[in-house]
C-alpha cells in the first residue's frame, strides 16, 4: 500500500446549459444592430418568420425528438433578432445626439449643454500649475430659444480647470456634486482611445454665467441618497491618509471605482504587470463584499433559503455606490442568480447566471456590447468558469503523480495508524495534509489566473497592442493583496460611521497594504520579458485564438473524463 494515496476527485461531467445559446444569440444580435446599418423592418422581418417557424418547430418537438435541436436553434435566431431591433432602437434614439456633437467638435466653438452629475468630481493638481475637476456628466438637452432640444442617451467627461485652490476646503466657487443638474459651457471634442468607442469630453476653461446650477435636472432624492452614502463612505475611506493620497486614492478606486486619482505612472505599472483590473468593481470585489454580507447575515435568525431576500438590496445598493459599472452589475447579477438557488430550490449554476447577466444588461443597454468593461468583464468569468475546471484538474493529478511517485518506496502496516495506547489514530500526518492544502490552494489561484489570461489576452492584443504573460504570477500576489484592502476598506466604512477614528485604524493598514501592491506591481513590470509590443491584432486573429481554445478544452475535457 503507498504511503501517500490518498482520493483523487475527477473532472465533474459536464451540465446543459440552455440558457448560454440564447445570451450567445443575444450578443450576437446586439452587435449586428449596433455595429451594422440594418434596417429595422429587416429586423422585425426576421423576428416575425423565426417567431411563427419556432412556434411550428416547438409543436413538432413535443411530438418528435429529432425536432428538439432545430427548435433550439430557431429559437436563438429568435432571440438574436429580437436583441438586434432593440439594438437599432437605442441607435436612433442616439440619431440627434451624435449629429449635435459632430457639430460641435467640427465648429470648434463653444457649446452649451444640459444635464445631470454621475459620478462623485474628483480635483487634482496639474503638473504646470492650476487644478482640474472631473466628473462624468448626462447630456439632457440642448438649451434652445423655445425651451431646449432633447439630447438622450449621451454621456461626456467634463474637464473643468481652474486655480489651485480648486483642491481646498474652500474653493472659489462651488464644485458641481454628484446627482445635481447643471447648465454647462465648454468645447466639446473627442479623445481617440484603444477602446471602441471615442471620449467625448467638455473642457470648461474658465468660470462664467453660463455655467450654474439647472435644478430641473436634479436626480430624485432617493439617488442622491445613495451618492451621499457613496461620499460619507469616500470620507471614512481618507480618514487619516492625508499624507498618504497615493494610498487613499487606490482604496478608493478599489473599493468604489474612483480612478481618476490614480497618477498616471502608477496606473502604467499595473497596466504593464496585467493587473489593472484590480481598479475596475468586479467579481472579486463585488464577491468579496457579498461574502461579508452572507457572514452578517447568517448570524441572524433568518433560514439560509430567506437570506437572499435582505442580501439582494444591500448588494444592489453597494454596486450602484460603486458606480454601476458593467463589470460590477454583472457580477451583482451573477452574484443574485447563485444566491436566490435555494429559495427557487434549485442548485447555483454559474454559467447560466452569467448568460443572464449578459442577457439582462444588454437589453437594459444594447450599446454595452461595445463597452471594454463589458467585454472584459464577461469575456474573464466566462474564462474562469469553464477553464478553472480543466485547469485544477490536470494539476490535482499532477499532485496524485508526483506524491505517488515520490512516496513509491514507502509501505505502511496497521501500526502506521495506531498511537501508543493501541488506538487508531485521530488525523492524518499534519505535515502532509498542511502541504497538501498548500499545493492545491496555490493550484486554484494558478488555474484562476492562467483562464483569465487566456481568455482577455486576444482583446488585449487588439485594443491595446500588448501581451503581458507576466500577469499570471503577477496576479498570485496582487490578487490576495487587493482583497485585503478590500475587506480591510469595507471595515473601514462600516466603523466610520461610528467615528472617523475607528476608520483611520483600518486606513492606516491600508496604507500599508496598497505600498506592497504598487511595489509588488512595479517589480513584476520591471521583469524582462514581463511584457511586449506588438502590432495589434485584426478580428481574423481573434477569432482563430478562440476557436484554438475551444478545440483545446474539448480536446483536455475528453481526456481527463476517458482516464
Known amino acids: 500500500m503507498k504511503a501517500q494515496e490518498h482520493e483523487f476527485e475527477g473532472l465533474p461531467p459536464p451540465l446543459r446549459h440552455p440558457l448560454l445559446l440564447l445570451s450567445m444569440a443575444f450578443v450576437v444580435g446586439s452587435w449586428i444592430g449596433i455595429q451594422f446599418s440594418v434596417k429595422l423592418e429587416w429586423g422585425i422581418t426576421v423576428f416575425a418568420f ?24 430557431m429559437l436563438s435566431l429568435v432571440i438574436g433578432s429580437a436583441a438586434c431591433c432593440s439594438a437599432m432602437l437605442t441607435m436612433e434614439d442616439r440619431t440627434e445626439s451624435v449629429e449635435f456633437f459632430r457639430e460641435a467638435i467640427d465648429s470648434r466653438e463653444d457649446a452649451v449643454i444640459r444635464g445631470r452629475v454621475v459620478t462623485e468630481p474628483s480635483v487634482s493638481i496639474l503638473e504646470h500649475g492650476g487644478a482640474r475637476v472631473r466628473f462624468d456628466f448626462d447630456v439632457r438637452e440642448v438649451p434652445a430659444e423655445d425651451g431646449g432640444i432633447a ?5 461626456v467627461r ?55 446650477r439647472y435644478y430641473g435636472d436634479d436626480a430624485s432624492s432617493f439617488v442622491r441618497a445613495f451618492w451621499k452614502v457613496r461620499s460619507e463612505a469616500s470620507e471614512s475611506l481618507s480618514a487619516g491618509m492625508q499624507h498618504h493620497r497615493l494610498s487613499a486614492a487606490i482604496v478608493k478606486a478599489m473599493t468604489l471605482g474612483f480612478r481618476s486619482d490614480i497618477p498616471r505612472d502608477v496606473m502604467e505599472c499595473f497596466k504593464l504587470s496585467g493587473t489593472v483590473h484590480i481598479f475596475a468593481i468586479s467579481g472579486l470585489h463585488v464577491g468579496i463584499v457579498a461574502m461579508i454580507l452572507m457572514v452578517v447575515l447568517s448570524a441572524l435568525p433568518i433560514q439560509k433559503r430567506y437570506r437572499v431576500l435582505l442580501f439582494g438590496p444591500l448588494i ?35 454559467v447560466s447566471s452569467l448568460s443572464a447577466a449578459a442577457i439582462l ?3 437594459f443597454k444594447p ?29 490535482l493529478r499532477t499532485e496524485f503523480r508526483l506524491s505517488s511517485w515520490l512516496h513509491r518506496h514507502d509501505t505502511l502496516s496497521i501500526a502506521d495508524f495506531l498511537e501508543e495506547g493501541g488506538l487508531p489514530q485521530a488525523a492524518s500526518n499534519p505535515q502532509v495534509s498542511w502541504r497538501r492544502w498548500l499545493f492545491r490552494a496555490g493550484g486554484i489561484n494558478v488555474a484562476v489566473s492562467m483562464a483569465a489570461w487566456i481568455a482577455s489576452t486576444p482583446v488585449t492584443a487588439m485594443f491595446f497592442g500588448r501581451i503581458t ?40 493598514a491600508n496604507v500599508v497594504l496598497t505600498q506592497l501592491l504598487v511595489l509588488t506591481a512595479k517589480a513584476f ?25 475551444f478545440l483545446f478544452y474539448l480536446a483536455l475535457r475528453t481526456r481527463l473524463s476517458a482516464d
Open 316 to 350: 444592489i445598493a453597494y454596486t450602484i455606490a460603486a458606480g454601476a459599472k458593467p463589470s460590477a452589475i454583472r457580477a451583482c447579477m451573477m452574484s443574485l442568480f447563485l444566491f436566490s438557488g435555494p429559495l427557487l430550490g434549485r442548485k447555483a449554476d454559474p
Open 151 to 155: 439630447v438622450r442617451g449621451s454621456r
Open 50 to 73: 423565426s417567431f411563427l417557424t419556432w412556434v411550428i418547430l416547438f409543436s413538432l418537438a413535443k411530438r418528435r425528438q429529432s425536432m428538439l435541436v432545430p427548435s433550439s436553434l
Open 469 to 508: 504573460p507576466i500577469s499570471i504570477l503577477c496576479n498570485l500576489a496582487v490578487i490576495p493583496l487587493a482583497s485585503l484592502i478590500v475587506v480591510t476598506a469595507a471595515f473601514s466604512m462600516i466603523f466610520g460611521l461610528i467615528s472617523p477614528w475607528a476608520a483611520s485604524i483600518f486606513n492606516s
Open 158 to 212: 467634463v474637464d473643468w480647470y481652474g486655480p489651485e485652490t480648486l483642491d481646498s476646503k474652500y474653493p472659489p466657487f462651488r464644485i458641481p456634486r454628484a446627482g445635481e443638474g447643471w447648465q454647462l459651457r465648454g468645447r466639446i471634442r473627442d479623445i481617440e482611445t484603444r477602446g471602441v468607442i471615442p471620449l467625448t469630453t467638455l473642457q470648461v476653461r474658465k468660470r462664467s454665467t453660463t455655467s450654474r
Open 367 to 395: 450599446d454595452q456590447i461595445l463597452d471594454l468593461g463589458f467585454i472584459f468583464s464577461f469575456l474573464c468569468a466566462a474564462g474562469i468558469i469553464f477553464l478553472v475546471p480543466v485547469l485544477n484538474c490536470i494539476l
Open 361 to 363: 444588461v444588454l437589453a
Open 525 to 549: 513590470s520591471s521583469l524582462p520579458f514581463a511584457s511586449f509590443d506588438i502590432e495589434p491584432w485584426g478580428i481574423g486573429a481573434v477569432a482563430l485564438w478562440y476557436v484554438g481554445v
